[in-house]
């Protein structure tokens, strides 16, 4: 079965512009994860989306926000971009937050701000 | 919340000796603990992972030890290889909760 779809795969965008990444998840998989990767700093919990709903939040600032859609697609937001945003970002599904299943990544999107 | 720690974050090794990394947890109410391995341009992967009724699982080559009294975890990789070269993770979460990685452990093999 098909995995876990991100796009787009690269992206540079300038200081100060915002910037929107998808995430299909995994057919079946109803939560869906974001994280941000940064050398030296691991894999960054962002938040969790469960049937259109948050679930869980990470410690990013309020420029980074997200949603999901009744199909289970997430996207994630980030506005007025800081050089410091420029990582690997992650996007994972999994069966939902109630449950202890591994989740499953995706490629990931690298954001380059310039 | 959960915090990870994970040690070392830098490992190298010969081909055909043993590796093991380490992690604790501060949550004693974790009880879903897995293992991803992440290959250069690509996201982690998930390899093992083990449950808190359960103090040792093995999956050929690879094994994951959980003490909950201590709270801390242990990927142990036997007979490695070149491909086992890569980044590993750690992670650790309670159902209906975030989870938390460690930093990361680069472990280099060489023949």
């Known amino acids: 079965k098909a995995g876990v779809t991100q796009t787009p795969r690269y992206l540079i965008k300038t200081r100060g512009q915002q910037v929107t990444l998808s995430c299909s998840p995994i057919?079946?998989?109803?939560?869906v994860s974001w994280y941000q990767q940064t050398p030296g700093q691991g894999l960054q919990f962002l938040f969790e989306?469960?049937?259109?709903?948050?679930?869980n939040k990470g410690n990013f600032p309020g420029r980074f926000s997200g949603r999901q859609f009744s199909n289970s697609r997430s996207e994630m937001n980030v506005s007025t971009l800081e050089l410091g945003d420029s990582a690997l970002y992650l996007c994972a599904s999994s069966v939902g937050p109630g449950t202890n299943y591994g989740y499953t990544f995706g490629s990931g999107t690298r954001l380059t701000v310039v | 919340g959960e915090n990870v720690e994970q040690h070392p974050s830098t490992l190298s090794v010969q081909e055909g000796d043993s590796a093991v990394i380490k992690c604790t947890y501060s949550d004693s109410a974790s009880n879903y603990f897995p293992w991803y391995k992440q290959e250069l341009g690509k996201g982690p992967q998930l390899i093992i992972d083990?449950?808190?009724?359960?103090g040792e699982k093995k999956d050929q080559r690879i094994a994951v030890t959980l003490n909950k009294t201590a709270k801390h975890f242990s990927l142990h990789i036997t007979e490695t290889q070149p491909e086992d070269s890569a980044v590993y993770f750690c992670?650790?979460?309670?159902?209906?909760?975030?989870?938390?990685f460690g930093k990361g452990t680069t472990l280099s093999v060489s023949s």
């Open positions: 989306y469960f049937s259109e709903t948050q679930r």
């Open positions: 083990i449950r808190s009724n359960v």
């Open positions: 992670a650790a979460k309670e159902a209906g909760t975030a989870l938390i």
């Open positions: 057919s079946g998989h109803r939560s």
